[in-house]
């Protein structure tokens, strides 16, 4: 696509309309004293630990913000959820910087894998991961200007296959951007964010976007964002236009200069104690020097919503989003859906008890000129397959889930999930197997998956999970269909409480 294209236009539109309205409030904001502190947070506060899965809705701060109830679909904070601002760590020494965001954590995780699906050859694996991750952010001190930065090292051992950069990617910067902050901008406290450089980011509900937490490398793009409104508003709206960057295991990373990626969000909280909706768009455009590779140009077009059924216990949550655009010499239709229930009872476990299902279309037919396989862009898989069997493309996937908290620092969880292909035509992705016939059934398989997350002190996270798949018709017909065992242990340590 073209910087002539409605997209390159919209982007530049914004883009205009944004520094206009920055230009206008310049001047006052720059002389404004930081008499309001963390203003444009987003998501928990970075000072208060992470909410429990089966918190409630309540008001506070937060103004219209409510928590998404459904599992895996909360975004990670901005900064994130390890760091805090050092003036509210208590530490007498920090008290004054509390212009200063600062956080350290790492993770150490051991897996045990027996006929991983994954893998070119059905062996044992036994590999370490271990990840490191440091933030530096000043906000408030030089206003309108902030800044913030992101290192992260992240290394694989002891396994029998080479690492990849899903798993490795050594001494790397994961963010550093520059922003421009004026609080009252678009209306009190409702105020605007320009932010140029490389950013790692959540969006919506992670589906199509996501920082990857689980993951031991994680998605970071360079360009620009802007945010009209700010998490507590009624309604919000957010910009982006990006280069996805390419992951290199012992080389800097490097922006993808044959992608940019765009997108558009609005959050409308007026009524969010009952639904909060966000319709987002998205637009996919690669345009690869290698004639050889096609060029594509994938719209998606997008609405999430969430909500709680009063104080019943009961809530909801549905993404609905689809496909349009060139793939190739062929045209791109595809749909993905996922909705969630749940219902929390009323027991000093807050025991919540939820059934979800996820949809994406797939290809019929690869010699006709339609793609109908849904494209999931760059989002989870872990929510639907703890072994990361599965992805947001062909695919049917129920799933029921139990979570509960037996002791305040103590989070236990058991889910059983099926998965079907929504064209047995097309392939199981992540497998590599396919069979263009449909002749091998449309079954891959279950997956029964448990979790315990122990958080003996607020700097101190240790979990233990096991899961097992069990192969279905179209899995032993296109190849060995052993059970699958993944066992694993990690530990996470932070900086600060």
């Not at 901005?78 to 003036?87: F, I």
């Not at 006929?115 to 906000?139: I, K, M, N, W």
């Not at 800044?147 to 992260?152: L, N, P």
């Not at 899961?467 to 996470?492: C, I, K, L, N």
């Amino acid at each position: 696509m073209s910087h002539a294209t409605p997209v390159g236009s919209l982007a530049r539109r914004w883009t205009v309309i944004i520094f206009l309205l920055a230009a206008q409030r310049l001047s006052a904001q720059a002389t404004q004293p930081a008499s309001v502190r963390d203003a444009d947070r987003r998501s928990v506060p970075a000072s208060q630990p992470a909410p429990a899965a089966t918190d409630r809705p309540r008001p506070d701060e937060r103004g219209y913000f409510v928590l998404p109830p459904a599992y895996g679909t909360r975004v990670e904070n901005e900064p994130p959820r390890y760091v805090r601002t050092l003036g509210r760590t208590g530490i007498p020494a920090l008290a004054e910087l509390d212009w200063l965001d600062f956080g350290a954590d790492h993770r150490t995780r051991f897996e045990f894998r027996d006929d991983d699906y994954r893998r070119p050859e059905a062996v044992r694996d036994t590999p370490f991961q271990l990840r490191s991750r440091g933030y530096l952010g000043v906000h408030d001190l030089l206003d309108p200007f902030r800044f913030g930065f992101e290192f992260t090292d992240a290394r694989w051992f002891n396994s029998g296959f080479p690492a990849d950069n899903n798993e490795a990617n050594a001494n790397e910067i994961l963010q550093l951007f520059g922003e421009l902050f004026f609080k009252d901008a678009v209306g009190p406290d409702r105020p605007l964010r320009l932010q140029a450089g490389r950013f790692s980011f959540d969006f919506i509900d992670r589906r199509l976007i996501n920082r990857n937490n689980w993951r031991n490398t994680t998605n970071s793009f360079d360009g620009f964002r802007a945010f009209l409104g700010r998490q507590a508003n009624d309604w919000e709206l957010d910009v982006f236009a990006l280069q996805p960057v390419e992951r290199r295991i012992h080389r800097p990373d490097r922006a993808n200069e044959e992608e940019w990626f765009y997108g558009l969000a609005w959050h409308w909280r007026r009524w969010s104690r009952i639904i909060t909706l966000q319709p987002y768009y998205l637009v996919r455009d690669q345009d690869h020097k290698d004639p050889a590779r096609a060029d594509r140009e994938i719209h998606t077009f997008g609405l999430h919503g969430y909500g709680y059924v009063g104080q019943t216990g009961l809530d909801y949550d549905f993404d609905v989003a689809w496909q349009c655009g060139k793939d190739g010499r062929r045209e791109q239709r595809a749909l993905a859906a996922a909705a969630e229930a749940g219902y929390t009872l009323e027991h000093e476990w807050k025991p919540r008890v939820s059934a979800n299902i996820s949809y994406a279309s797939g290809d019929r037919d690869p010699a006709d000129g339609v793609n109908e396989r849904f494209d999931r862009l760059y989002g989870f898989s872990r929510p639907l397959s703890t072994s990361r069997y599965v992805i947001w493309e062909n695919l049917i996937a129920p799933k029921v889930r139990m979570e509960f908290h037996p002791h305040p620092q103590v989070i236990a969880e058991v889910a059983y999930g099926a998965y079907w292909l929504a064209e047995d035509s097309d392939s199981w992705a992540s497998a590599r197997r396919r069979d263009p016939n449909g002749e091998s059934g449309e079954c891959i398989g279950q997956e029964i998956d448990t979790r315990l997350a122990w958080t003996p002190d607020p700097r101190v996270t240790v979990t233990v999970g096991y899961a097992h798949f069990m192969p279905g018709s179209f899995t032993r017909r296109t190849g060995p269909a052993d059970d699958s065992d993944f066992f694993y242990v990690e530990t996470v340590l932070q900086l600060f409480k």
